[in-house]
T-cell receptor, first 114, second 113 residues
Framework: KAGVTQTPRYLIKTRGQQVTLSCSPI?????VSWYQQTPGQGLQFLFE???????NKGNFPGRFSGRQFSNSRSEMNVSTLELGDSALYLC?????????????FGEGSRLTVL | AQSVSQHNHHVILSEAASLELGCNYS??????LFWYVQYPGQHLQLLLK??????LVKGIKGFEAEFIKSKFSFNLRKPSVQWSDTAEYFC???????????FGKGTRLSVIA
């Protein structure tokens, strides 16, 4: 069974640009959660989608947005990039909503903002 | 807001030493508790989880954790660490249902020969 796939794995952007990250969950999983991982803050919750609906949202500015498609694939977008957005962005999928069981993580998309 | 505290930022142990990593959470109601591990260059994976029942939970690779409700704690233990246990360990908590999983900031474990 294929795991959670995130693309791209690495990317470099400059301040002010925008970026879109993609996540393909494990087949059959309907929930996708996104986290931002930085050395100082650990994993911080961005948002969770279940059956194309945003179920939960973390404490991030409106520049961070996401969506989920009917095939459960998800994208997140960050507009007007800032230096502080440099991080590893992790996607995780689960069968039910994220709080109900185990999350399966992808390897992440490492974003560097110059 | 619910928070998760991991007391140790970086722990260095010799092989065969015993391990205990602390985790405390702030939410007072019913919680689900998790420990995840991230080996160098790999994705996060679940070590063990507690939903209810026996507060002593056994996970993979010889790890166990004990839920102490009165102390709001869920400490991770292993009697004898190996070099291959070198990784970052994350405690995570949620209230079940539709609530998101909240992670601690992680503890980096370095095991030296």
């Amino acid at each position: 069974k294929a795991g959670v796939t995130q693309t791209p794995r690495y990317l470099i952007k400059t301040r002010g640009q925008q970026v879109t990250l993609s996540c393909s969950p494990i087949s059959g999983h309907r929930s996708v959660s996104w986290y931002q991982q930085t050395p100082g803050q650990g994993l911080q919750f961005l948002f969770e989608y279940f059956s194309e609906t945003q179920r939960n949202k973390g404490n991030f500015p409106g520049r961070f947005s996401g969506r989920q498609f009917s095939n459960s694939r998800s994208e997140m977008n960050v507009s007007t990039l800032e230096l502080g957005d440099s991080a590893l962005y992790l996607c995780a999928s689960s069968l039910g909503t994220g709080g109900s069981g185990e999350l399966f993580f992808g390897e992440g998309s490492r974003l560097t903002v110059l | 807001a619910q928070s998760v505290s991991q007391h140790n930022h970086h722990v260095i142990l010799s092989e065969a030493a015993s391990l205990e990593l602390g985790c405390n959470y702030s939410y007072g109601g019913t919680v689900n508790l998790f420990w995840y591990v991230q080996y160098p260059g790999q994705h996060l994976q679940l070590l063990l989880k507690y939903f209810s029942g026996d507060p002593l939970v056994k996970g993979i690779k010889g790890f166990e954790a004990e839920f102490i409700k009165s102390k709001f704690s869920f400490n991770l233990r292993k009697p004898s660490v190996q070099w291959s246990d070198t990784a970052e360990y994350f405690c995570a908590v949620n209230r079940g249902g539709n609530t998101p999983l909240v992670f601690g900031k992680g503890t980096r474990l370095s095991v030296i020969a």
